[in-house]
T-cell receptor
């Protein structure tokens, strides 16, 4: 079974702190994703990475950065946390597919990190 | 821009009744559609993935259909059980390897 783990289930940080959220997958997947989930807004893509050291902005990258130094690990960084970044953060991974099946594989999600910024 | 809608936002049924969950999307140029289950405070569990070339997928009591031309998918859960209570989300994958999610349908199955 694919396993995606996230470093913390619950996290409480103060405004202005630098926050690291870690995600690790054990299936050698090329693609990794960070989402946030908010009531009434659903899941929104923050950043994704399709290879080591590669990253692409999602729909709401402002206020976030990411790091992918190793294939299995994808980190989300809040350089200076703000209260509007209080949310549930979900990490996902997927294999890349090949050729015409490039996008045919499903995404596997971690358990989520509930971040509260006070 | 792709938009995914799930109606109703919440649903309550007695145990044993069949569940019918709807998902609609605005752009039919999709690669696949995925249904997820989410329990309160937890991550997403993948239930079914339907490729754009397929019309349905089945797994146990779950059956999902896809009508790409009309931009709709339906998830059927037969003989519902209290353990099926959760939020169900659909998501479509289009170009760029991104998923666009619906808002979810919160299901309560009453014993």
């Amino acid at each position: 079974d694919v396993k995606v783990t996230q470093s913390s289930r619950y996290l409480v940080k103060r405004t202005g702190e630098k926050v690291f959220l870690e995600c690790v997958q054990d299936m050698d997947h090329e693609n990794m994703f960070w989402y946030r989930q908010d009531p009434g807004l659903g899941l929104r893509l923050i950043y994704f990475s399709y290879d080591v050291k590669m990253k692409e902005k999602g729909d709401i990258p402002e206020g976030y950065s990411v790091s992918r130094e190793k294939k299995e690990r994808f980190s989300l960084i809040l350089e200076s946390a703000s209260t509007n970044q209080t949310s549930m953060y979900l990490c996902a991974s997927s294999p890349p597919g090949q050729g015409s099946f490039r996008s045919s594989y499903e995404q596997y999600f971690g358990p989520g990190t509930r971040l509260t910024v006070t | 821009k792709q938009e995914v809608t799930q109606i109703p936002a919440a649903l309550s049924v007695p145990e044993g009744e069949n569940l019918v969950l709807n998902c609609s999307f605005t752009d039919s140029a999709i690669y696949n559609l995925q249904w997820f289950r989410q329990d309160p405070g937890k991550g997403l569990t993948s239930l079914l993935l339907i490729q754009s070339s397929q019309r349905e997928q089945t797994s146990g009591r779950l059956n999902a259909s896809l009508d790409k031309s009309s931009g709709r998918s339906t998830l059927y859960i037969a003989a519902s059980q209290p353990g099926d209570s959760a939020t169900y989300l659909c998501a479509v994958k289009a170009a760029g390897n991104k998923l666009t999610f619906g808002g979810g349908t919160r299901v309560l199955v009453k014993p």
